[in-house]
């Protein structure tokens, strides 16, 4: 009798245990979740473009296009510059409406 009621109370101790880090994982992650979306929808709404993963990308490419322009640009290599200012800025103002 004396052990089934400590494997019992072991068992509910691990549970709660187990519960709470669940539970506050699952509150972090909601959390984070929101803070994300909230990011999204703020970042779509002052460039006036979808909220959708396929515009986010474009979003990145076209930075990363801008920023291979400036790196030209601090190489000396306007053209390399303009082209690819040119194709960043075309990108970018594809998906800003």
Do not use: P, Y
């Amino acid at each position: 009798m004396q052990v089934e009621g400590f494997s019992e109370w072991l068992g509910q101790v691990l549970g709660s245990i187990i519960r709470f880090i669940v539970d506050g994982l699952s509150g972090l992650f909601n959390w984070l979740s929101r803070a994300s979306a909230n990011f999204v929808d703020g970042l779509a709404g002052a460039l006036g473009m979808d909220t959708s993963i396929v515009s986010i990308a474009i979003l990145i490419f076209g930075l990363i296009l801008l920023w291979s322009a400036i790196r030209a640009f601090l190489n000396a290599s306007f053209i390399m510059g303009i082209i690819w200012l040119m194709l960043g800025l075309w990108l970018l103002s594809w998906i800003i409406h």
